[in-house]
């Protein structure tokens, strides 16, 4: 598995229909070179510098490589559920849940607790006027 890291945009000095391209770190080209190595029918990921899954799909030109790294993956190692909704990380081998940290588990049920208060209030306030007006 050959991993494309940290992809820059650089602008090109003769545009064609494209005015810039990306780059990896160690200078490879996006698409004259990485597009041609990543057309293998796998699934490719597109993953941030903290290891968040950002972006899939099995045709590489649809993803958005501009600060992120590249890589692919056979379909033996794509777990079940898989989706890049942030809930997914890249450990250099493999697709893994991420640890969702604890505060950040808190924030999540605060606002569906708010959010569950207020389909309740919502729901309650037209009975509780009928039985006020009697």
């Not at 494309?4 to 004259?32: A, C, M, S």
């Not at 057309?39 to 993803?63: H, V």
């Not at 991420?98 to 950040?104: A, F, T, V």
Request: with cysteine; hydrophobic share 35%; glycine share 6%.
């Amino acid at each position: 598995m050959k991993i494309y890291r940290n992809f820059k945009k650089y602008h090109l000095e003769v545009p064609t229909f494209i005015d810039y391209t990306f780059r990896t770190e160690d200078g490879q080209d996006w698409y004259e070179t990485v597009l041609k190595e990543l057309d293998n029918g796998l699934l490719k990921i597109a993953f941030e510098s903290d290891s968040l899954i950002r972006t899939c799909g099995y045709d590489a030109t649809g993803l958005y490589p501009e600060n992120r790294s590249v890589t692919s993956i056979e379909e033996k190692g794509i777990p079940e559920g898989f989706t890049a909704n942030g809930e997914w990380m890249f450990d250099g081998e493999k697709i893994v849940p991420r640890i969702i940290p604890h505060e950040e588990s808190v924030a999540k049920a605060s606002e569906r607790k708010a959010y569950c208060i207020t389909v309740a209030t919502n729901a309650i306030n037209p009975l509780q006027d009928a039985v006020d007006l009697g």
